[in-house]
């Protein structure tokens, strides 16, 4: 069997950024070249980011995205690397647009070489469901494209495919040795697994190996882990990529040579065209090794997704630093040790807002942890601000604890207008999806890292963290007595999260079928959960529907998360006509 | 030609609601049967609410809407109407629905008679573009049903069905008599007119009456403005029902006898069924004359779709009043009369908060606004507690113009949790396009009306509000002053909008192309729009994006307002299983 070196660019574009995207795939053009590569494949909407969302219906970008790929074809071919096959991710469109024509957008795959575009794939499976809505923005394509390079037939396909299928059973109607898949595939626990199950079906049906390439990176509340992949037609894995981090793949792959007389011919499903580059297998002086990534374990997965996804966000849309409220509590404690462990210590700044309800191990609690992680932080008493409004408003009970909650907010947000903060709100989805926590208060903040972790989750990360600090020898970043005390709003005396309700490994329980799944309250009576206790927790979540849409994004690692609130995507860098 | 008597029922339900939809649909029927109607149609989705988002995809919801329906049959012939032929929009499924089955859900139509569904229409053509994500929800249908009601063959077809026209072809080829058409349309500015082009296209291409039926009342920033109508192959209208208010319009039509045989034959595009009631001309002993609602000019249609928006969302959602913070500037106060002609002046309270950079005659203009409208209204100035905070922390510029905006935002939140009013954001969209409000401070609260209401606008119907009052020899609710003085956000000394914006005419011209519209920035130079004009406010546009999204819902009255942040229904009183 021939072999082909193929290279796999796992990078981190950004939405909008054409130049900046662009620049990164001459890299990997440039390093796929000295490493001596048949091929070189970068993610899906590589040049453009994923997703464009309505950008997509802005001709200018449209005809923007056109453009640069032209140009980036003649750029590749500059820098000596015109010889090399590259695969590009980008936005396209059927014909002309412009304000009066209608839409044929296309979300789009082209092979350049020696500084011209060979063929442009346009993708035949649009997922619409979850996070996309890809029927919204594209029109399906129906041609596979094949490129015969070393005597092997590479067929080319776009994320969703892999999971619909046609075009990969297309390609093995037309003989393909090898099946590129280019993916902007977002993060969801446990959906690294079912990707390798899907690509190892696949493989199997085109008796061929699949070369699954994911990009990386955050935008806005998505996160791209990245775990690229290639798998052997008998399941086996070939070479493996790291999850969260960018990688050029480079790997020899065994493919089963070009067999079929170079003719176009047509499925019932999809019509294909061969383009043939080299007829004759390709030299290769010294295999190199396959390269694994390690397996991370479930916990780690979830940080690093977390992680990511902050970093992404506080410096794609060029933030110097964040700001967020330490309570004490585990909640901000995490979300502080998961920004310093995403953007470093000296931008993370922390404040303790303490009122008449506040402990003062509380106070002590905050400050060991700022102290522990190295974090710039500050005290900043509320009582007096409180006390004002009191003098001019006359509130009480419920109110009062919303008014301590928004004081604190305003004095974040005064913060981060006057020093250039990114505020964090530090809620998680337990309490998001109960509607416990104060709108345009602790909820205010531009980014919200764990509102997609439930509370019993918050625990693991934190009991994690420190476990992963013990192992390498360094200061447990969370002091355990904010791990060990009982979870408390403190916005009035001695009140208790357990006073409103229930123990969180049920109400955890209790959303993951309710909010999660499509279970309904009887289901969850049927579960065993009591009935009077999943009557008020699915009234909650009903009611809180409103405060949710008004939160900050923040990473998503379940299949539903809160909020499918985009129209533009805020990390949204297009500066073009 | 026979003649029908047509009864078509534009009706307000609400999402979720099936109890109280079915009893608007049980008294509908009643009065149907009174009239001497042999035929009622109610609008799409009129059991389940539209749009019902998510809900779709539980269940348990699609059950609920399955059950009600068939016991509304029962209660249909319990109430003595069962010989009434009655259209209704559901929600369904083809086949058994649960949590480990796949989608297969429907917007459906079915049609009732003796206490039996006769049959199940699918919609054909799913909207998925602008406010619509019907592919997301629903799976298209391909059989349509006609029933043959005395001696007329009438095909019944729902919203979208209308626009791409397939079902309508059909209907001509099976020689329909009559096409019923049932709608949850949304209102835009100059969609009624669109309607009605559309409308009579499709009465002479199948050469017989259509009558159109559309929904009425707000749903969270959606308001579906009825106007239905039934439109003779000819082009002329034979009756009309008012816009944005709820009516039974009974209409004697007459339509082309039924001609083929009883046999279900298959187009093409569509399968077809038809279903035998009566086939017997039914008898009229006296025509009723055809009803015409009065035309709204521009300003009145805008006016009544915000007014409408605003009371179906703070009465669906069950708020006693509302609050909001009265400026003495024109946003305001056209927002607090809106507010009194929405839920009338005894549920409206007004706040005016006054720092040191207020004029008095900003706070003489809003006493005098809220005296002419009968509000209640308070004085509460922030500068103490805007002192406060300075006391803590140091702010200046642009973040202690923020603060005196969120210290604001705080009362109005905190009077509104002690109370129980609803807080009106009174921002419009001018504003909101380039981020000229505080995030947490003027820009929150649980609805905005005018949020999608240009500022050129906003002046136009306070004067035509003005002229309104003047011909019926009422007090002009809006005080001259507030319309004819400069617009400022008084947040420092001497401040203007003209100070960092451009003049409204000009800003709102380019947000109509760059928004509203798919203009470039060089398109909108050729318009004639100064280039550095163009791209400072493209620049702002492009930034404010995050702040729109966390900003509450309003009601639309364009192709494109902001926000499509739905996921559940916000008024959503679905209490199922």
């Not at 998505?222 to 290639?230: E, P, Q, R, T, Y």
């Not at 530090?426 to 999806?433: H, I, L, T, V």
Request: charged share 20%; hydrophobic share 40%.
């Amino acid at each position: 069997m021939p072999t082909l070196r193929i290279a796999l660019a796992q990078d981190n574009p950004i939405v909008g950024d054409l130049d900046h995207n662009a620049d990164l795939i001459r890299r990997a053009a440039s390093a796929a070249t000295v490493a001596g590569a048949h091929l070189l494949a970068t993610g899906e909407q590589s040049l453009t980011g994923y997703p464009v969302e309505d950008l997509a219906l802005r001709h200018s970008f449209v005809e923007a995205s056109r453009d640069r790929l032209v140009r980036l074809a003649e750029e590749i071919a500059a820098d000596g690397n015109g010889s090399l096959p590259v695969a590009v991710g980008y936005l396209d469109a059927d014909g002309p647009v412009g304000s009066t024509t209608g839409h044929g957008i296309r979300n789009a795959l082209a092979l350049l070489q020696d500084g011209k575009v060979l063929f442009r794939y346009y993708k035949h499976h649009l997922p619409n469901y979850g996070v996309f809505d890809e029927d919204r923005w594209f029109v399906a394509g129906h041609e596979l494209h094949l490129a015969r390079i070393g005597g092997v037939d590479v067929a080319f396909t776009v994320c969703e495919d892999v999971w619909g299928g046609v075009p990969f059973t297309v390609a093995e109607e037309a003989g393909a040795g090898l099946v590129i898949n280019i993916n902007a595939s977002p993060y969801e626990q446990g959906k690294h697994e079912r990707r390798l199950a899907v690509v190892k079906e696949r493989a199997a049906g085109v008796g061929a190996p699949v070369a699954y390439l994911n990009t990386v990176g955050g935008q806005d509340d998505l996160v791209f882990d990245g775990g690229s992949m290639i798998v052997a037609a008998d399941g086996s894995i070939i070479s493996s990529a790291r999850r969260f981090a960018s990688e050029l793949l480079v790997t020899d792959v065994e493919c089963p040579a070009a067999s079929r007389a170079i003719a176009n011919h047509s499925s019932s499903l999809m019509s294909t065209s061969l383009h043939v580059l080299s007829e004759e297998p390709a030299a290769i002086e010294t295999r190199i090794e396959p390269t694994f990534a390690p397996e991370l374990g479930r916990h780690e997965e979830v940080w690093e997704a977390l992680r990511l996804g902050l970093a992404d966000y506080v410096n794609k849309n060029g933030f110097p630093s964040v700001l967020l409220g330490l309570s004490g509590g585990i909640d901000s404690a995490v979300t502080a040790v998961l920004a310093r462990d995403a953007i470093g210590a000296d931008r993370v700044h922390t404040v303790a807002n303490p009122s008449q309800y506040s402990s003062q191990h509380s106070l002590d609690d905050a400050a060991d942890l700022a102290e522990r992680c190295g974090l710039h932080h500050v005290v900043e008493p509320i009582q007096p601000i409180v006390d004002a409004y009191l003098a001019e408003i006359a509130v009480s009970g419920l109110a009062l604890e919303n008014l301590q909650a928004r004081v604190r907010g305003v004095i974040w947000m005064s913060l981060s207008n006057q020093h250039g903060h990114l505020v964090l709100a530090a809620g998680n989805k337990s309490e998001y999806a109960v509607g416990y926590s104060t709108l345009y208060g602790d909820s205010c903040g531009g980014f919200a890292p764990i509102k997609d972790v439930l509370k019993t989750l918050v625990y693991e990360l934190a009991n994690w963290r420190n476990e992963k600090a013990r192992s390498l020898g360094e200061t447990e970043p969370i002091p355990e007595n904010i791990i060990m005390k009982p979870p408390s709003a403190e916005l009035r005396p001695d009140q208790l999260d357990s006073d409103s309700l229930p123990d969180y490994a049920v109400l955890d329980g209790i959303l993951v079928g309710y909010v999660d799944g499509d279970a309904g309250r009887e289901d969850l009576v049927e579960q065993g959960y009591p009935a009077d206790v999943v009557e008020r927790i699915a009234g909650l979540v009903d009611r809180a529907e409103y405060k949710r849409r008004q939160s900050a994004p923040g990473t998503k690692i379940t299949v539903k998360s809160f909020g499918r609130d985009r129209r533009l995507p805020i990390t949204n860098h297009f500066r073009g006509k």
